[in-house]
């Protein structure tokens, strides 16, 4: 039985990439990133950290200079200097200057002095929208510092054990209000974000609810009956015997309940059958007792006594335990078809292994596993376990209360979250637990979660906590179905965040400040955010007052923007808007390029072969559309395509491109039906494709058109102004 593969790391930097002062060694490891170490014995770290895999890269420009017992490292962002006493690392011994700003770091000076702009947090189990964040790699100051000193390192096997000594190990981040580049090296250093399955970013069902078999497939077929598409089913704990008749107590367990199913393997064959992905819930903590039917191999495995039926310690620090955990308890339920596990940790930070938070830990193991066979593209869903999980998506936030003000905390927690790279959150929409008074707080829940990472209804086993959207008056559900049709729609364009997120660290969800750092109104919009690369997105997170309208203060950058959904043209600055149920505050920047797949009451997740692309002139622009298969892991090898989207000026009027595909055109469809819409536009716009007008969206709707993988279809318009 082996265990989880071990991943590939490069932990060692390049030579000359490393300076070394007696008991001091310092790595430059990008131009704004440098390691900082300090080993009397001069015993220095080389193995990978939990949180850094990746130390050797190309050598940047530097100069080290010394002069009596000082020794400067200056490179185009920072200078380092460092004074050789037999004291080591200490206020008076060690600094760095960031040229960028003139901002001085000294040794001891903690992050939060810098301004620091908060990271993620382990989950919002019980959160009414006051949970505290954790710091994160952005701070005002322009630098920050990851301590590594007390990580654990991978040895040989890619097993985590504790460091012979524990010494100063740090990674100094210096990179003014340059935020994506700060994003960027960590991500280079630490490892990518790697891309999510395409099937993730659709609409995922889950209930903490004891349902049958039959009652589950009968509530996918009226999803699909109300034309509100998804592409995950989610099976919550009491898919495993929970009444156990011994010390159990039933949280824990890896037996199917055939009460309740009594054919698991044809079950999940029928989800698939019906496109959609399944998960099965794990409470691992309890360790396996004896009425689980695989108690007998485990115990054989462990070398224990079966017959004295004690329970099986739940122990992830044992690699021997590790082998069995998997091999044993979970392999035989993906080889009958569950796609993926929900590790529903809630157990504490302690294990076996001294500083070892076994929810990093099996987090990591858990994603090296999926991922065997090297060929399935591995993730885990899973609470965050801390600097490095990036690694791991994607996270669930855990069980939130069904309050207002647990919904108005969660744009900023989410976009917050990309200062450590952990863009990919999951949180129960609608809410977990408590009351659900009101059908406008589950419908704002909704469209919030349109435009966030993943979109996961949710709540616990109490009746009243109705999340199917038909089960709310005709208004909400109308307006709920809309927005769930149009987050499968958005999958193309999300799918290409997502790869922009591999690609440089920055996540899907971003905070406002990242496109205006200089501006301290980015930083008071705290409740909105960047959604990818071309919309704002400013969510009703409050109930609506006299006339049933919501309202709600919101920021847009310098320069002229556009209402996504009724083409209104706005400028930028702090302004109030105003909307009824159906509104979601979406707003287009000037020259935004937003590719949607078509409208559809069911599926819509693969490469669509219609796609609508949303145009608004007013600056130029290039988009570049990526596909690939959607499941394995085969786009690290190239198998991925890039099709060119451009806005241009040409003479007095303006040009769309689209095409052609670049890269392996064998990942999109062999032909393809594209329509323009050319947004926030006058009736009198003319363009070189005939069109009809859409007042109600200042829109005008091009002819669709038919292109090849190696075509071009190039638009010419005048557009009018609104």
């Known amino acids: 039985m082996p265990l989880p593969p071990a991943p590939e790391f490069k932990p060692f930097p390049r030579p000359e990439a490393v300076v070394q002062a007696g008991p001091a060694r310092f790595t430059v490891l990008t131009d704004r990133l440098i ?111 990851v301590d590594d000193s007390a990580a654990l390192v991978f040895n040989e096997s890619g097993w985590l054990e504790p460091r012979p000594v524990r010494q100063p190990d740090l990674y100094f981040f210096g990179y003014g209000r340059d935020y994506a580049a700060c994003l960027r090296d960590y991500t280079r250093v630490a490892g990518a974000v790697p891309m999510v399955p395409r099937y993730l970013l659709g609409n995922w069902w889950s209930r903490y609810w004891a349902y049958t078999q039959a009652e589950l497939q009968s509530l996918m077929d009226d999803f699909r009956e109300h034309e509100v598409p998804l592409s995950v089913c989610i099976v919550d704990m009491d898919w495993h015997v929970t009444k156990t008749g011994n010390s159990s107590d039933g949280w824990t367990g890896y037996t199917w309940n055939r009460e309740l199913f009594p054919d698991p393997e044809g079950f999940i064959q029928w989800l698939h059958a019906q496109g959609l992905k399944t998960a099965l819930n794990l409470h691992p903590a309890r360790g396996i007792h004896p ?166 209804l949710h709540s616990t086993n109490k009746p009243a906590l109705d999340r199917r959207p038909w089960g709310k008056p005709e208004r909400v559900f109308q307006a709920a179905r809309s927005a769930m049709q149009l987050r499968h729609a958005l999958i193309p364009y999300l799918y290409t965040m997502a790869w922009r997120f591999h690609q440089t660290g920055l996540a899907p969800v971003t905070p406002m400040y990242y496109r205006d750092p200089d501006d301290p109104a980015a930083y008071r919009a705290r409740d909105q955010y960047w959604f990818g690369t071309e919309l704002v997105v400013a969510p009703f997170v409050r109930p609506a ?55 559809a009451g069911w599926g819509g997740i693969e490469n669509p072969t219609e796609l609508d692309i949303h145009v608004f002139p007013g600056a130029e622009n290039a988009f570049d559309l990526y596909e690939d298969d959607g499941e394995t892991v085969a786009y690290l090898q190239g198998k991925h395509a890039l099709t060119p989207l451009r806005l241009f000026r040409r003479g007095a009027g303006w040009v769309f491109r689209y095409g052609p595909v670049q890269g392996d055109a064998a990942q999109v469809p062999a032909e393809r039906t594209i329509r323009v819409h050319l947004r926030g536009v006058g009736a009198g716009t003319t363009a070189s494709l005939p069109g009809a007008y859409d007042p109600a969206a200042r829109s005008l709707v091009l002819q669709a058109v038919q292109v090849l993988p190696t075509g071009t279809v190039e638009i010419e318009f005048h557009p009018q102004a609104s």
Not at 107 to 134: E, H, I, Q, Y
Not at 347 to 371: E, F, I, M, T
Not at 402 to 427: D, E, I, M
Not at 559 to 572: I, K, M, P, R, V
């Open 35 to 145: 390691r900082m170490e300090y080993s009397p014995e001069q015993h220095f770290e080389d193995r990978p950290s939990q949180v850094f895999w990746f130390r050797e890269q190309p050598v940047p420009d530097f100069e080290a200079r010394r002069s009596g017992d000082w020794l400067e490292i200056e490179t185009g962002f920072l200078l380092l200097r460092y004074r050789l006493t037999p004291r080591g690392f200490d206020r008076s011994t060690l600094s760095v200057r960031l040229k960028q700003n003139g901002a001085n770091w000294h040794f001891g000076d903690a992050t939060r002095r810098a301004g620091n702009l908060k990271g993620t947090t382990r989950t919002l189990d019980m959160d009414s929208g006051s949970t505290r964040l954790d710091d994160g790699l952005l701070s005002l100051k322009g630098w920050s510092v």
């Open 291 to 456: 009425h689980e039917g695989q108690y007998e191999a485990m115990a054989g495995w462990m070398g224990l006594d079966p017959g004295t039926k004690e329970p099986i310690p739940f122990d992830l620090t044992d690699p021997r335990f590790a082998e069995g955990y998997f091999e044993i308890l979970h392999h035989p339920y993906e080889q009958a078809g569950v796609d993926f596990w929900w590790i529903d940790w809630q157990q504490g930070r302690k294990s076996r292994l001294p500083r070892l938070d076994p929810l990093w830990w099996l987090n990591h193991l858990h994603y090296q596993d999926l991922g065997r066979d090297g060929r399935k593209r591995p993730f885990v869903f899973s609470r965050w376990g801390g600097l490095g999980n990036h690694r791991n998506p994607i996270g669930f936030s855990g069980d939130t209360f069904v309050q207002w003000r647990s919904l108005a905390f969660q744009p900023y927690f989410t976009a917050t979250a990309a200062n450590v790279g952990y863009g990919w959150w999951s949180h129960d929409i609608g809410g977990h637990m408590f009351q659900d008074r009101t059908p406008e707080l589950y419908l704002r829940w909704v469209q919030f979660g349109v435009f966030s990472p993943i979109l996961r």
């Open 545 to 599: 007052g006299r006339g049933g309208l919501s309202r709600r203060r919101l920021w847009l950058p310098d320069g002229q923007w556009t209402d996504f959904f009724s083409g209104e043209a706005l400028s930028g600055g702090w302004q109030t808007v105003c909307g009824a149920f159906e509104r979601i505050p979406v707003f287009a920047r000037a020259g935004a390029i937003v590719p949607l797949g078509p409208r």
